[in-house]
């Protein structure tokens, strides 16, 4: 074969791999302008909360806290997102990390019921009673009927198995 030939041989094989490759794709959705445009308008870390939130219930801890550590790289105001970070740090028993976050939830979000319910679990969990009781006490104190902070209560006063 001269090398015209040649040449003209590899462009069509080239032509024909890049048409096997690019011709099943072609049959492929992508994301309608509609759909991009939702996932746009979304605020940052919105999706990395929800995503740490269905990792925390299924029980997957490390997965939670990686979502929840994107969310607040992206959205450091939201205290929604330290929130659920410190409570991975605590399942994960990071109580270190966690106080850290806890700070930071009240820095940007101020006292809460959630924020104290939060972290006197974390001072139960450590076995910090007297602190887990004075936390937990100011959330019932906000929120007499939340049932969470009732139930972190009664695991206070429960006796402890030793």
Known sequence: MNKDLKMMFVQRCAAMAL?????????????GA????????????????????EQFRAGN???AEA??????????????????????HDELRRFDLADRD?????????TSVALLNNRGYSQFLRGNL?????????ARA?????AAVQVNLKA???PRQR
């Open 130 to 138: 007297a602190a887990a009781r004075a936390d937990l006490s100011a």
């Open 34 to 53: 509609d759909t991009a445009l939702s996932l746009a308008s979304e605020p940052p870390g919105v999706v990395e909360i929800s995503g740490g939130k």
């Open 19 to 31: 048409l096997t490759i690019v011709l099943p794709l072609a049959g492929c959705q992508s994301l």
């Open 67 to 88: 979502a929840f550590k994107r969310a607040v790289e992206l959205a450091p105001q939201n205290g929604e997102a330290w929130l659920g970070l410190a409570a991975c």
């Open 156 to 158: 206070l006063a429960a």
């Open 142 to 146: 906000l929120a007499p009927d939340n």
């Open 61 to 63: 801890f490390g997965l």
């Open 102 to 110: 806890y700070a930071q939830v009240q820095a940007v979000s101020g």
